[in-house]
Nanobody, 120 residues
Framework: QVQLVESGGGLVQAGGSLTLSCAASGHFFSVRSMGWYRQAPGKQRELVAAAISGGSTNYATSVKGRFTISRDNDKNTVYLQMNSLRPEDTGVYYC??????????????WGQGTQVTVSS
C-alpha cells in the first residue's frame, strides 16, 4: 500500500505563486512517475504536469512556462512550483503516483487533494 501526502495549497492573488509538494510512502519497489492533476468545479480532472523516471517531464499547454515540476527521487517526493497564477488555475490539485509494487506490477495512487484558489 502506498500513501500520498500533499501540502502547499491555499489562496493567492492572481500573479502570485504557490508550491505544492507530495510525498509517497509505504511498501513498494519504485516510483515510475509522479504528477499533478487538477479538477475545477464542473469540469473533468486534467493533467497539469508529470515527472517520469529518467528526468522527462510533461505539462499541460495552459501551464507551460509558468509551472515547474520536479522530483526528489531519494525522498519519493514531487514538487509543483506555480508562478504567475491565474484565476483559471483554481481547483483541487491531486497528486498522482504510478508505482511499481514489490511484485512488479504498476498501480496508480492518488492523494486526497489540496485546494488552490486564485483570486482576481
Amino acid at each position: 500500500q502506498v500513501q500520498l501526502v500533499e501540502s502547499g495549497g491555499g489562496l493567492v492573488q492572481a500573479g502570485g505563486s504557490l508550491t505544492l509538494s507530495c510525498a509517497a510512502s509505504g511498501h513498494f519497489f519504485s516510483v515510475r512517475s509522479m504528477g499533478w492533476y487538477r479538477q475545477a468545479p464542473g469540469k473533468q480532472r486534467e493533467l497539469v504536469a508529470a515527472a517520469i523516471s529518467g528526468g522527462s517531464t510533461n505539462y499541460a499547454t495552459s501551464v507551460k512556462g509558468r509551472f515547474t515540476i520536479s522530483r526528489d527521487n531519494d525522498k519519493n517526493t514531487v514538487y509543483l512550483q506555480m508562478n504567475s497564477l491565474r484565476p483559471e488555475d483554481t481547483g483541487v490539485y491531486y497528486c498522482n503516483a504510478n508505482v511499481w509494487s514489490t511484485s512488479y506490477y504498476l498501480k496508480d495512487y492518488w492523494g486526497q487533494g489540496t485546494q488552490v484558489t486564485v483570486s482576481s
